[in-house]
């Protein structure tokens, strides 16, 4: 197993491509902290899921938002599972809207979730990697930060911000031993999309050259790799996962 012995901390871990993302961790080695927002059973299912695979698991009700609530959950993964080796920065949102339209807080909010919670979660824990000169950091951003969406101005802003960051964080830590990547997923088959509209769905289908959307699993194999030794000279990068939508749009 690639990670027996660490334990990876993952935001927004509960659902979707977070859900998958926990489980491959788990399915290879790690012992797996996980933050949610919002109670409900989903966040239960899963640690019990972790524990049969024989992983120790924690899970923890937090608001990425907040800067000392992300500081309470790096601190409690080491407390409770005695250290902090990955972490997988995805907790993240959308509100969708022409920017005319846009409400003020429908961009602070999306700014605040995705980019912040990026800063604010990292920022915690990159005093830990720094210390033990180790650490792997992989931030899920999306290819809408890649080439831009429309009506995704706050959203594409977001995560085009956390691929600055993840190139700029590798520079200033690559010294330590401590290696910073992204993966940008395309359409993926979650939630998110299962609720647009199916003449959305078909049109975006069309530009995608393998004509399907991604899955969850895919976009968590991913993670894997740049969480692992597998990938121990790569750093700085962002791995776009989108069935080839953005050469098609830049073609």
């Not at 792997?136 to 080439?147: A, E, H, K, M, Q």
Request: charged letters at 25%; aromatic letters at 6%; a positive charge.
């Amino acid at each position: 197993m690639k990670f027996a012995g660490r334990v990876a901390a993952v935001t927004g871990g509960a659902r979707g491509i977070g859900k998958a993302i926990v489980l491959a961790l788990a399915r290879e080695g790690a012992d797996v902290a996980f933050t949610y927002f919002k109670s409900s059973a989903e966040q239960e299912a899963l640690v019990k899921e972790i524990c049969a695979l024989g992983r120790r698991s924690l899970a923890v009700q937090t608001d990425v938002r907040d800067f000392d609530k992300a500081k309470e959950f790096i601190e409690k993964v080491k407390a409770e599972l005695g250290r902090l080796d990955i972490l997988v920065n995805n907790a993240g949102i959308t509100k969708d809207k022409a920017l005319m339209m846009m409400a003020r807080d429908e961009w602070k909010d999306v700014l605040e979730t995705n980019l912040d919670g990026t800063f604010n979660v990292t920022r915690n824990a990159i005093v830990t990697f720094l210390k033990q000169k180790s650490g792997v950091i992989v931030n899920i951003t999306s290819v809408s930060g890649v080439i831009g969406l429309a009506r995704q101005t706050n959203y594409s802003a977001s995560k085009a911000g956390i691929i600055g960051f993840t190139k700029a964080l590798a520079r200033e830590v690559a010294a330590y031993n401590i290696r910073v990547n992204a993966v940008a997923p395309g359409f993926i088959e979650t939630d998110m999309v299962a609720g647009l509209k199916q003449e959305h769905k078909e049109k975006v289908m069309k530009a995608i050259p393998l004509a399907r959307f991604g899955t969850a699993d895919e976009v968590a194999s991913a993670v894997i790799f740049l969480a692992s030794d597998d990938s121990h000279y790569i750093t700085g990068q962002t791995v776009v996962m989108d069935g080839g939508l953005s050469i098609n749009i830049a073609a």
